[in-house]
């Protein structure tokens, strides 16, 4: 399911803002897996995967694929 997956979330030469977390946020809520992808004009003096897993924990979610500068983050609906 997740490589039938369009990223749905491009993160870019401002990096990672407020703003960005949020948008996660909100998609993971609604529908559980979110795909994110580091453009080209991402800083490229940090490391893709560092970057990417502090965004899961900020996130609260979980990178359950992770190609390159794509990752797919899996976040499971709180219990009612």
Not at 4 to 14: F, M
Not at 16 to 29: F, V, Y
Not at 33 to 61: H, I, M, P, W
């Amino acid at each position: 399911m997740a490589v039938k997956l369009h990223p749905t979330v491009r993160i870019g030469k401002s990096g990672i803002t407020q703003g960005i977390i949020s948008e996660i946020d909100q998609q993971l809520k609604a529908r559980q897996l979110v795909k994110v992808k580091l453009l080209k004009s991402f800083s490229a003096d940090r490391n893709k995967r560092e970057v990417l897993s502090q965004l899961a924990g900020r996130t609260s979610s979980e990178i359950v694929k992770l190609n390159g500068g794509v990752a797919v983050f899996y976040r499971d609906k709180p219990k009612a």
